[in-house]
C-alpha cells in the first residue's frame, strides 16, 4: 500500500477541485442531474487529467494539518470558480422574468425545474433553454479546460488574495444582471412603447374598457418578440459568458 499513496494523495488534491467546480458548473451541476451521476463524472475526469497534472502536485505533507490545508484550499479554489459560473446561468431567469414582467405573463407561474422553486412561465423556459444552450455551445467543456489551466494560475498551495476573488464575484454578479437585461431588451422596449400607446389610448377614449384590449394583445405580441429575440438574446448570452472565462472578469 505504500507505493500507492503518492497516487492516492494527487487523487485526492485533483478531485478535491476538479468536483467542487463540476458540483456548481453549468451542465454539470444542474439540480435536475442525479448526484451519482455528477460523482462519477468527477472522477472520471480526475482519472483522465491525472497523468498531465501529476507533475504540478505537491507530496504529501507529513502531518494530517497541513494536509487538511491543501484539500481545503483545493475545495475553495473550485467553488470559486463554478459559483462565478452558475451565476451566469441565473441571467436567463432574469431574463426570462423582466421578459413576463413587460409582456402580461408575470403571474403565469409554474415549477421552474432548474431553480427547483416557483417561477413564471417565461423564466422556467428561459432556464431549460440556457441548459441546451450550455451542452449545444460546449460551455460544459470550457469549465473542465478551466479547471485545467487554473492549475498554472493557482497551483495547489497558492491561494488568490481574498480581495481579488471578492472582485471576481462581483464581476460575475454584475456581468450576470447586465447579460440578464440585455437579452430581456426587446421586451423591455416592446412594453415601454405598448404601454406608452395604451396610456394615449385611454386618455384619448375614456369610454373604451383598455385592460381587455390592452391584456390579450399584450400576451401574442409579446411572445411574437421574444420569438424574434430569443436566438439573439441567447447568443448574446453565450459570447458574455465567454468573454468573462477568457478575461476572467477583468472586461
Wanted: hydrophobic content about 60%; aromatic content about 10%.
Amino acid at each position: 500500500m505504500e507505493p500507492l499513496l503518492p497516487y492516492v494523495w494527487a487523487g485526492s488534491l485533483l478531485f478535491a477541485r476538479i468536483g467542487s467546480v463540476l458540483m456548481l458548473a453549468p451542465g454539470w451541476g444542474e439540480s435536475a442531474v442525479p448526484a451519482r451521476f455528477r460523482l462519477s463524472i468527477a472522477l472520471l475526469a480526475v482519472l483522465a487529467l491525472a497523468p498531465g497534472l501529476f507533475g504540478s502536485l505537491p507530496t504529501q505533507p507529513p502531518t494530517f494539518g497541513e494536509a487538511l490545508f491543501l484539500i481545503i484550499g483545493e475545495v475553495l479554489i473550485g467553488l470559486m470558480m463554478g459559483a462565478a459560473a452558475r451565476m451566469f446561468m441565473a441571467a436567463a431567469s432574469i431574463a426570462g422574468q423582466v421578459t413576463a414582467m413587460h409582456t402580461g405573463l408575470a403571474f403565469a407561474m409554474q415549477l421552474d425545474p432548474m431553480q427547483q422553486s416557483q417561477g413564471n412561465v417565461l423564466s422556467a423556459f428561459f432556464s431549460l433553454i440556457a441548459v441546451v444552450v450550455v451542452l449545444a455551445a460546449g460551455v460544459h467543456r470550457w469549465m473542465l479546460e478551466g479547471a485545467v489551466e487554473s492549475y498554472s494560475m493557482f497551483p495547489p498551495g497558492n491561494y488568490p488574495d481574498m480581495a481579488d476573488v471578492a472582485e471576481y464575484g462581483v464581476r460575475a454578479f454584475v456581468e450576470t444582471f447586465r447579460l440578464g437585461l440585455q437579452m430581456a431588451a426587446p421586451a423591455i422596449a416592446f412594453g415601454l412603447i405598448f404601454n406608452l400607446g395604451l396610456g394615449l389610448a385611454a386618455r384619448l377614449i375614456p369610454q373604451i374598457q383598455i385592460f381587455f384590449i390592452a391584456l390579450p394583445s399584450s400576451v401574442m405580441i409579446g411572445l411574437i418578440i421574444v420569438m424574434m429575440g430569443m436566438g439573439a438574446g441567447f447568443l448574446t448570452w453565450v459570447n458574455g459568458f465567454e468573454r468573462f472565462l477568457a478575461t476572467g472578469g477583468g472586461g
